[in-house]
């Protein structure tokens, strides 16, 4: 019975995404304030619901209830609770409803903190969520209904895929999906501004901070997505430029840029049209990742294998919504009236050229990745486009624009002087330069680019601090004037502080794998294997009975000049349910960098084929993706964005209240 109340849950949910949509918009074109404000009753009814129908699921999976289609091909009764709670969004079904339930959260948390939002716009962008909550939701019960029973029940489920019970999963795609589905409530406010042909420094403030939570959960997703990938596959590697791992990459390169550039316009009043083609572009490119992951087209670790009908379906609803959009955009862009004016040399000069690096990089990984997708689907002809590609093309551009923060960051708004901030960065740049001869000295015929990343991550880091230190100790202020002034500054700035030094923590942590060593041998029970600074020897294997798997680890000491360092038990966890092996890598974190074992099935003559590295300083990576997302945190914490945006004196300069026209 639970499971048919799930069933009508997203019926009820469909029809008021549908009312959603409807009647606030036709409200908003006959300034009529009742049907406007039907936008927050059907956005909260309609979360309501879609969480009911995710909480049967739910239900069903964590009661193994096997008479349910979906609960049988992904759980087992045998599987620890917590797979099985994460196996409600480990398949197609479960994680469209997912990204449903989020889509209709932000519409929720649009209507019940929005109140200081004029009503037309906030009408407006709950409608345009409640068009894109209908659609999904028409998917999800046409094609991918979750809720499909089985008669006779099965005695057992198939098992959840084995790759993906493990921890992460139940951390990874709920952030991911925050942050992919969080910038739909930045595309439907830009829908809104687009529609009523108005849009400001107001408008910026309002959009902000739903911008800079989708923007924290995007990095966290992904950050936590590249660790999983690390620690789960067994291959040793964080990142290899797949196309899913793209479709994650574009949508954040997008809405990094947005958020850089909807400061240009909070402060500035500048770069309307840009600001409104990023958030559709950063909406766009969540919908294409939903598309490529669902449709079949790439074999991915990270994809759903489905039928072709369901990713024909899901590049319908990409199509209409992108194609409507960009028409929406050439149709209305031209009457929105530009802002302010900047110096070329200025933050926002700065910012401009920020987002010129981040737009053109994303363009390189979108080339990069459809072209071969593109190019198999119209001839045939399969080709491969690998990180050489991408790190040449992409990753260039990154390091350049990375290079270029502290300048962004420390110059002033409107007009700057880059000779001063030269000087201010002087310690900053030194450090750079340092770094990278002694890494050139010490590594002499080793990698290039690494020590040029590993300058360029302390450089930012000393520019991010050296610009603080120049705010806080100004006119070399006492401590008690220097704390004083640092608790006056606004959260923004010590969130964008945080974020870049975290950039600058992240790309070091990346630099210093190139300095990294590799062993792939067959390893002997009692011969020690050099790997980086340690010795790591084998001394036996054991078996491991798990819940609904069979595990066969091998134990392995680690020295150091002799000395004992730790111990650890790669193993490899056969499913017998699903057929499948998987490997679980051995992990020490040693130092800020890891060791890392991964072992193949036992050869016949006993040796036991092994994969070691050691990554100096790897957790740099994760470290400073945290920093990133906390820097997002205090900037969303900034009481500017909690108390709203002032109005200008000015006739025309600032959104229009409720039932006033703004064309």
């Known amino acids: 019975m639970i499971v048919e109340a799930g069933h009508y849950a997203l019926t009820l949910a469909l029809a008021l995404s549908v009312l959603q949509f409807a009647l606030p918009f036709w409200g908003a074109r006959r300034g009529d304030v009742t049907l406007m404000r039907v936008a927050d009753s059907a956005a909260l009814g309609q979360f309501l619901f879609v969480g009911l129908a995710f909480t049967a699921l739910a239900y069903a999976h964590l009661t193994s209830d096997f008479s349910v289609l979906n609960v049988f091909e992904n759980s ?39 109140g200081g939002l004029p009503l037309r716009l906030r009408a ?32 057992e489920g198939r098992d959840l895929n084995p790759i993906l019970q493990d921890p992460g999963l139940a951390i990874h795609p709920p952030l991911l999906y925050i942050g992919y589905v969080g910038f739909s409530i930045v595309f439907s406010f830009a829908a809104a501004a687009l529609v009523e042909g108005r849009i400001d420094a107001a408008w910026a403030r309002f959009v902000r901070p739903y911008a800079l939570i989708a923007w924290s959960f995007l990095t966290l997703g992904i950050a936590m997505g590249s660790y999983w990938a690390y620690y789960t596959l067994g291959w040793g590697g964080f990142w290899f430029w797949d196309p899913v791992e793209n479709a994650s990459l574009m949508p954040w390169l997008a809405g990094t840029a947005f958020l850089h550039s909807v400061a240009v316009m909070e402060k500035r009043d500048a770069l309307k049209v840009w600001t409104i083609f990023l958030a559709i572009l950063a909406f766009s490119f969540s919908l294409l990742g939903t598309f490529l992951v669902r449709s079949g087209v790439l074999t991915s670790v990270h994809a759903f294998a489905n039928d072709p009908s369901r990713g024909v379906a899901i590049l319908i609803i990409l199509a209409a919504f992108i194609a409507g959009s960009l028409a929406l955009f050439a149709w209305r862009a031209p009457v929105l009236k530009q802002g302010g004016l900047f110096a070329p040399i200025s933050r926002e000069g700065a ?222 966890r056969n499913f017998g349910a699903r057929r499948m092996a998987t490997s679980q890598a051995g992990i020490a974190t040693l130092h800020l960098g890891q060791l890392y074992i991964s072992i193949s099935d036992p050869s016949p003559d006993g040796s036991l084929p092994t994969r070691l590295y050691w990554k100096p300083l790897v957790t740099l990576i994760w470290l400073g993706a945290l920093m990133m997302a906390a820097g997002g945190a205090a900037s969303l914490a900034d009481r500017r964005l909690r108390i709203g945006a002032p109005v200008r004196a000015k006739a025309g300069a600032g959104l229009a209240p409720a039932g006033e026209r703004l064309a």
């Open 76 to 114: 087992h009764s045998a599987m620890p609770a917590i797979y099985k709670f994460s196996g409600v969004w480990g398949n197609h079904e479960g994680s469209m409803l997912l990204w449903s339930s989020i889509l209709a959260l932000f519409g929720a948390l649009v209507a019940s903190t929005g």
């Open 124 to 155: 407006d962008a709950l409608a345009v969520q409640g068009l894109i909550g209908a659609a999904f939701l028409v998917f999800i019960l046409k094609t991918s209904d979750p809720f499909v029973r089985l008669s006779p029940a099965p005695f």
């Open 351 to 572: 910012l401009v050229v920020n987002n010129l690096f981040l737009t053109s990089a994303c363009a390189a990984v979108l080339v990069g990745t459809l072209y071969p997708l593109a190019l198999e689907q119209l001839t045939g002809a399969k080709i491969s486009v690998g990180p050489p590609f991408f790190n040449m093309s992409a990753g260039t551009l990154l390091l350049a624009t990375t290079f270029l923060m502290p300048f962004g960051f420390s110059l002033s708004w409107k007009r700057g002087d880059l000779l001063g901030v030269a000087q201010r960065l002087s310690v900053a740049l030194a450090g750079g330069v340092a770094t990278l001869a002694a890494l050139l000295a010490i590594t002499r015929g080793g990698p290039v680019l690494a020590p040029i990343a590993a300058a360029t991550a302390v450089f930012v880091m000393l520019g991010s601090v050296a610009e603080a230190f120049a705010r806080v100790f100004r006119g070399r202020a006492k401590l008690g004037v220097a704390l004083h002034r640092a608790r006056g500054l606004p959260l923004s700035f010590w969130g964008g502080a945080l974020a870049h030094f975290g950039v600058g923590v992240l790309l070091l942590g990346l630099s210093a794998t190139g300095f990294g060593s590799e062993a792939i041998v067959a390893m002997r029970p009692g011969l020690p294997v050099a790997v980086g600074p340690y010795n790591v020897t084998y001394e036996r294997l054991m078996s491991v009975p798990g819940p609904n798997y069979q595990e066969t680890a091998a134990r392995m000491k680690v020295t150091l000049d002799g000395a004992p360092v730790t111990t650890l038990e790669p193993a490899r």
